[in-house]
């Protein structure tokens, strides 16, 4: 079936810094993935999304790579805030209208 | 608008008991979603409904989850009988095939489920 993981289970930025969080993908068939944000307590929040056709795709401070060849995801947070601070998670699309999400990376801002 | 509505948000039973979800989606929105979260897990997708008609269940563990949608506003995921290994955090998403955005899922704040 397919999996989706991350490379780090946690990642500690100072305030104004950049943050990239990583994510791997098994199923290069995958054609859509999203990002999502989750603060505690909360459920998932979109962030960003990129279909297979493209490999970047820009937001408001938040950037998202894809790289088909190695099946690596990335979501860059530009100058990162302590409202940034949550777990992220990468999703891809299976079969249907299915997602597959990974673990989640816990962010942490240092002011 | 409001957004995705669970109730209750937190639910505390004894094992064996029958446990029941609930979920309000978006309005207008045509699929609805259940999700569950664990910290070794991460968010599975328990069932997903199109149309108020379930389309795939393949995620619920076992017979002892259940998941209706009388009606375009309103979802139930009943567990009978619960048992320790089914507590978790369980989202409600739902999403609208006629926006933009077709593949935007809206969580809902969960309800955390605990079974002693």
């Known amino acids: 079936g397919e999996s989706v993981g991350l490379h780090l289970p946690t990642l500690s930025v100072q305030e104004g810094d950049n943050s990239i969080i990583n994510c791997a993908y098994s199923?290069?068939?995958?054609?859509?993935f999203i990002w999502y944000k989750q603060e505690s307590g909360k459920g998932p929040q979109f962030i960003i999304d990129i279909r297979s056709n493209m490999d970047k795709r820009q937001g408001q401070r938040v950037t998202v790579l894809l790289n088909k060849t190695v099946k690596h995801l990335s979501l860059q947070i530009a100058a990162t805030q302590p409202g940034d601070s949550a777990v992220y998670f990468c999703a891809e699309r299976g079969t249907g209208n299915q997602f597959y999400f990974g673990t989640g990376t816990s962010l942490t801002v240092i002011p | 608008d409001a957004g995705v509505i669970q109730s209750p948000r937190h639910e505390v039973t004894e094992m064996g008991q029958e446990v029941t979800l609930r979920c309000k989606p978006i309005?207008?929105?045509?699929?609805l979603f259940w999700y569950r979260q664990t910290m070794m897990r991460g968010l599975e997708l328990l069932i997903y409904?199109?149309?108020?008609?379930?389309?795939?269940d393949s995620g619920m563990p076992e017979d002892r989850f259940s998941a209706k949608m009388p009606n375009a506003s309103f979802s139930t995921l009943k567990i009978q009988p619960s048992e320790p290994r089914d507590s978790a955090v369980y989202f409600c998403?739902?999403?609208?095939?006629?926006?933009?955005?077709?593949?935007?899922?809206?969580f809902g704040p969960g309800t955390r489920l605990t079974v002693l």
């Open positions: 409904f199109n149309n108020n008609v379930p389309i795939d």
């Open positions: 998403a739902s999403s609208s095939s006629r926006t933009s955005a077709p593949d935007t899922q809206y």
């Open positions: 309005s207008g929105h045509d699929y």
């Open positions: 199923n290069s068939a995958s054609d859509y």
